[in-house]
């Protein structure tokens, strides 16, 4: 009764609320805080995601805005997060960060929390300098809360950022713990600073393309055999000029999920131009993928079996 109550609200009022879904509380699942960019105008959060184990949010990949209000309707819990992941840092990425550090205090987080990200450039800082931006004691925006930064504040809660910087097709394991490992590489996003994640947990691999033209061969080599790839599918086929230097379109997408044997192709970062396009962008991805292909909405969930 559930499952066909909530097909008949998308149906009648598509991305004007959200729908916790159910993640389960055993084995992996990827859940998606949001799935599409920087309009508000689709009435999605922006990009962001969760790695689930045992029903608990173990990764945070890109905050973008609306992610915070998603992430407490997804029922997760930030005293559990053991990294966040930054792919770049946009503002449809990254926005909503400083909203969840805060979240984080009110629940008594006692333990650091480790934030890797990409190097900068002349047009955005590195992930160590965005993040003192925020929280930095004499000119960050919000530097009353400096003491999550300042490792010599009476606090167990810390945030710890770092640059991952990396030659251009080099894939380096940047965290490791008792659950899981992250790999990173260098993505092409324009003239952006950008990185793709692989996350192995258990028997299970999940793997983040972020925004990218997909034209450097790194994605083909990181999502090797994965479970699921998470592409953004924020272009129609046919784009041209900026779009096409900045994102992949889904004939792309399925030449890459192809070439690396991907499990599950999950399509997200949905924007007005490819909203309403799912059946092209499914039939260019199927062109060279066969394989199994959804689109991601907030709060949707994929369990690895």
Same mark, same amino acid.
């Given at each position: 009764?559930?499952?066909?109550?909530?097909?008949?609200?998308?149906?009648?009022?598509?991305?004007?609320? %959200?729908?916790?879904?159910?993640?389960? &509380?055993? #084995?992996? +699942?990827?859940?998606?805080?949001? !799935? *599409? /960019?920087?309009?508000?105008?689709?009435?999605?959060? %922006?990009?962001?995601?969760?790695?689930? &184990?045992? #029903?608990? +949010?173990?990764?945070?990949?890109? !905050? *973008? /805005?609306?992610?915070?209000?998603?992430?407490?309707? %997804?029922?997760?819990?930030?005293?559990?997060?053991?990294?966040?992941?930054?792919?770049?840092?946009?503002?449809?990425?990254?926005?909503?960060?400083?909203?969840?550090?805060?979240?984080?205090?009110?629940?008594?987080?006692?333990?650091?929390?480790?934030?890797?990200?990409?190097?900068?450039?002349?047009?955005?800082?590195?992930?160590?300098?965005?993040?003192?931006?925020?929280?930095?004691?004499?000119?960050?925006?919000?530097?009353?809360?400096?003491?999550?930064?300042?490792?010599?504040?009476?606090?167990?809660?810390?945030?710890?950022?770092?640059?991952?910087?990396?030659?251009?097709?080099?894939?380096?394991?940047?965290?490791?713990?008792?659950?899981?490992?992250?790999?990173?590489?260098?993505?092409?996003?324009?003239?952006?600073?950008?990185?793709?994640?692989?996350?192995?947990?258990?028997?299970?691999?999940?793997?983040?393309?972020?925004?990218?033209?997909?034209?450097?061969?790194?994605?083909?080599?990181?999502?090797?055999?994965?479970?699921?790839?998470?592409?953004?599918?924020?272009?129609?086929?046919?784009?041209?000029?900026?779009?096409?230097?900045?994102?992949?379109?889904?004939?792309?997408?399925?030449?890459?999920?192809?070439?690396?044997?991907?499990?599950?192709?999950?399509?997200?970062?949905?924007?007005?131009?490819?909203?309403?396009?799912?059946?092209?962008?499914?039939?260019?991805?199927?062109?060279?993928?066969?394989?199994?292909?959804?689109?991601?909405?907030?709060?949707?969930?994929?369990?690895?079996?």
């Amino acid at each position: 009764m559930k499952s066909l109550l909530t097909a008949l609200l998308l149906t009648f009022f598509p991305c004007t609320f %959200s729908l916790a879904a159910d993640c389960g &509380q055993t #084995g992996v +699942a990827l859940q998606a805080l949001g !799935s *599409g /960019g920087p309009e508000v105008q689709t009435k999605r959060a %922006s990009s962001s995601y969760l790695i689930r &184990q045992d #029903g608990k +949010a173990r990764v945070l990949v890109d !905050s *973008g /805005g609306g992610s915070a209000l998603r992430f407490g309707e %997804s029922g997760a819990n930030f005293l559990d997060i053991d990294v966040v992941l930054f792919s770049h840092l946009h503002v449809d990425h990254s926005a909503d960060f400083p909203a969840l550090v805060k979240s984080a205090f009110f629940q008594n987080r006692d333990r650091a929390l480790p934030v890797y990200g990409p190097p900068g450039n002349r047009y955005f800082p590195a992930t160590t300098e965005f993040v003192k931006a925020l929280f930095g004691k004499q000119h960050g925006a919000y530097r009353y809360l400096s003491d999550f930064i300042d490792l010599k504040a009476d606090s167990s809660y810390k945030i710890l950022p770092h640059d991952v910087r990396l030659k251009a097709h080099e894939a380096k394991v940047i965290f490791t713990n008792d659950q899981f490992k992250v790999t990173a590489m260098q993505v092409i996003h324009g003239g952006i600073p950008a990185l793709a994640y692989r996350i192995d947990i258990g028997a299970k691999s999940i793997v983040f393309s972020g925004d990218t033209n997909g034209d450097n061969g790194n994605l083909e080599i990181l999502a090797k055999d994965a479970d699921v790839l998470v592409a953004h599918n924020a272009v129609p086929e046919g784009a041209a000029g900026i779009e096409r230097k900045l994102h992949m379109p889904p004939s792309v997408i399925g030449k890459i999920a192809y070439a690396a044997n991907v499990k599950h192709l999950v399509l997200s970062h949905r924007m007005m131009r490819t909203l309403g396009k799912e059946n092209e962008s499914k039939a260019a991805v199927a062109a060279a993928y066969q394989g199994k292909t959804s689109f991601a909405d907030d709060l949707s969930c994929f369990n690895l079996p």
